[in-house]
């Protein structure tokens, strides 16, 4: 079936489950679903109802569709997405975004759990992404462009919205929230990255590193999208600390800086 075709069928199903019409949509990384939980009058949509949607065995994750209202405006958010590193295809990966687009969203806040390159940051930092860097030498507009959807050489001199990120700085600042500003490097994973790799990724100028965002965050901008990205620093990355890292400190920061971080978001979207 044709990709547009696809898209309107979701659109048709979720619409047929919910007449709010969303502006904003929120992607939630790992350890961030909570946000969702905060919609008011929302409704869930398993992904696994969702025509086209890919289907998600993920273990613990909710991986549901929550469309409802927080500071006035109506948010569709993602509890749960899909990885490159799970085997999806990139078309799978970035498909929710071109149904959010299509349900109406002009914004995107793209969040996840990374880990920390740069030195001077700290594990439960947030992280305002400033640029990225894409090292998986895959990108989601490979193959046949859809003009019907975007261009086909994109400019992506400015994926985070300077606007938008000048936004989040402010409501940061105001609400007395650290938040570094980075360059974010798309890992594939499933592994982390080796040592020798943490430096590689220093040296080529990436703050932080993680395993999402980049690829939706192409296809919000493909869409004409306004987006942000905001990470959760949930670890030092490999080789930084002498020790070995595992999922479970990944969940365990990202659930201690939940608070703050559904603050800087909610006060975020009240402005947007
Ligand atoms: N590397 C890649 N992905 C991650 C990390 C990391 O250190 N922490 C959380 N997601």
Redesign the pocket.
Known sequence: MHITAEIQEAVTFIQSKCDQKPTIGIILG?GLGPFADTLENAIRISYNEIPHFARSEAVGHANELVIGEIAGKVVVAMKGRFHYYEGYSLDQVTFPVRVMKMLGIEKLIIT?????VNTNFKPGDLMLITDHINLTGNNPLMGPNNAELGVRFLDVSEVYSKKLRGIVAGVAEKMGITLQNGVYAW?S?PT??TPAEVRMIRTLGADA???STVPEAIIARHSGIETIGISCL??M??GILDQP?GHEE?IETAERVKGTFLKLVTESIAQF
């Not at 996840?112 to 920390?116: F, K, L, R, T």
Request: hydrophobic content about 40%; aromatic content about 10%; overall charge negative.
């Open positions: 790992s996840n759990a990374c880990g920390a890992w994973g982390y990255e590193v993680g395993m949930t670890n990355a490999c890292l990944v």
